[in-house]
């Protein structure tokens, strides 16, 4: 099957640190761009972070940006958020997906979601 897995998921404080890993199963990263969302209870989902196929270009959304950093192991297959400076309205599911050749604003292209990890923040 074809498909992410995340994890690295859990309960943290508010001000502290989680380091989110998201593997490809299936299928070698090497080709996609991978993009960070995440679903809080009773929204939509949001796209926090995108990372474009040789990491070269990063992108993230206001709410993140400065606490969240995205990167990629492509010989690991894995991408990694690096969340610091946790708030308690980061709580949420955390998925990733992959879009050919780059990061695009319109979820509808990406694929190969996970199950998501969830982050919980709380004091």
């Known amino acids: 099957q074809l498909q992410f897995v995340e994890s690295g998921g859990g309960v943290v404080q508010p001000g502290g640190s989680l380091r989110l890993s998201c593997v490809a199963s299936?299928?070698?990263?090497?080709?996609?761009?991978v993009r960070w969302f995440r679903q809080a209870p009773g929204k939509e989902h949001e796209g926090v972070s995108c990372i474009s196929i040789s990491g070269g270009r990063t992108y993230y959304a206001d709410s993140v940006n400065g606490r969240f950093t995205v990167s990629r192991d492509n010989a690991k297959n894995t991408v990694y958020l690096q969340m610091n400076s946790l708030k308690p309205e980061d709580t949420a599911v955390y998925y990733c997906?992959?879009?050919?050749?780059?990061?695009?604003?319109?979820?509808?292209?990406?694929?190969?979601w996970g199950q998501g990890t969830q982050v919980t923040v709380s004091s």
């Open positions: 299936g299928f070698t990263l090497d080709a996609y761009a």
């Open positions: 997906a992959a879009a050919l050749e780059r990061c695009y604003s319109d979820s509808r292209v990406y694929e190969y």
